[in-house]
């Protein structure tokens, strides 16, 4: 898919903004603090997802403004399609002349891809950024997943609350087998999703990498649960996380807090066998990063028939040549928005469009 026409009014400092993009490659440069991200946050609000840099939805709109809307017409294989998210205290959005109950309902219809420099440190980071690329890759080709997972995280703050107040109120003990029963139920919904999606996107980001690498080294992923599970079915996962609950009630209750389950959980990356988040160098952690993140982009193409549109948010200047290239390469036939300080740094690499920001406007 690609988008043929974005307004953007009052969003962050982005006053008015009109373009129509390039089928291919859009290059928006500029200097620091700007709006070249901003712009780009605009375009990913379509996917339903919350916001890759902020998780309130108020932060996006102008200082100076009680609202603020985005509109983008984008084409599928299917037909033209139009679509508004409007920002007040929370989002809301539309799609082709009908509001939607919740932007959520994006998902499924449009679909994006953000890399950024967080997402080149994702393999050396901690396991809530690989959780959270997880998490965001997976709804998207998954409109239920979403739901599984703000379920399950809703039945963790519960039973974190009841953790906390059971040394005061001792009757609450007798709730817990309950709440452990449903926990271990949609917990066991959440780690399978992630299993599936973990297996899918070894198969394709292998490949990638053995291609960024020149074919000498090969990557293997696996998802790292702190339940050890017998085999990978909802009813073994379920009945095992229920036994570790169990197990770990009295160090729960010392701690208050959950301590096991998939909101602890990670992936695991190896290069040639062995860890790349312990061992690998610098070059090999951004490639297997980069491999994640357009195997991503690959599983939307082949489970959704759609090429997503690919946001590159400040990444270009931080790759190599080599690396470069194959992004260049490997996203060809896919909508790509890039962004960085001197538009040189990607215009002697393709042809397409250049926008140069200023204060938050279109100067060129
Ligand atoms: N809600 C907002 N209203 C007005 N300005 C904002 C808002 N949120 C962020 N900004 C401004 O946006 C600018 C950052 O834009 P950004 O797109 O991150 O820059 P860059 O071009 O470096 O990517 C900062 O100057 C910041 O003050
Ligand atoms: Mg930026």
């Not at 919350?50 to 100076?64: A, G, H, Q, W, Y």
């Not at 901690?126 to 709804?139: C, E, H, W």
């Not at 994640?292 to 489970?303: F, M, N, R, S, V």
């Amino acid at each position: 898919m690609f988008i043929s026409e974005i307004k953007i009014e009052n969003f962050r400092n982005i006053d008015f903004i009109g373009i129509f993009p390039d089928k291919k490659i859009n290059v928006i440069y500029g200097e620091n603090g700007q709006g070249k991200t901003n712009l780009l946050e605009s375009i990913w609000l379509f996917t339903g997802c919350k916001s890759f840099r902020t998780s309130k939805d108020t932060e996006l709109v102008n200082f100076n403004s009680e609202n603020s809307k985005v509109s983008i017409e984008f084409e599928t294989d299917l037909r033209t399609n139009s679509a508004s998210v409007f920002i007040d205290k929370k989002r809301h959005a539309s799609l082709n002349g009908v509001m939607l109950s919740s932007p959520r309902e994006l998902i499924g219809k449009y679909y994006s891809v953000v890399f950024s420099p967080v997402h080149l440190s994702l393999i050396k980071d901690g396991p809530v950024n690989r959780r959270k690329f997880l998490d965001t890759a997976i709804s998207q080709i998954d409109e239920t997943y979403a739901k599984k997972l703000t379920y399950y995280n809703h039945l963790i703050n519960q039973k974190n609350a009841l953790l906390k107040n059971a040394s005061e109120d001792s009757s609450l003990l007798d709730t817990f087998d309950i709440w452990d029963e449903k926990i271990a139920e949609a917990g066991a919904n959440v780690i399978k999703s992630r299993i599936d999606y973990v297996k899918m996107l070894e198969e394709i980001s292998k490949d990638i990498y053995s291609g960024i690498s020149g074919e000498r080294e090969e990557l293997k992923i696996t998802y790292a649960s702190n339940i050890r599970y017998d085999s990978e079915s909802i009813e073994s996962i379920k009945d095992k996380f229920y036994k570790n609950l169990q197990k770990s009630r009295s160090n729960d209750l010392y701690l208050k807090n959950t301590t096991c389950g998939p909101h602890r959980d990670d992936i695991e990356i190896f290069i040639k066998g062995i860890s790349a988040r312990k061992y690998g160098s610098q070059g090999q952690q951004r490639s297997a990063s980069l491999a994640l993140k357009l195997g991503e982009a690959e599983i939307i193409k082949i489970i959704k028939g759609e090429h997503p549109v690919i946001l590159l948010d400040d990444v270009m200047s931080e790759l190599d040549l080599t690396r470069q290239n194959y992004i260049l390469n490997k996203i060809d036939n896919k909508q790509v928005f890039i962004t960085c300080c001197e538009k040189e740094t990607v215009s002697r690499l393709c042809a397409g469009k250049v926008y140069k920001i200023e204060n938050g406007n279109v100067v060129e």
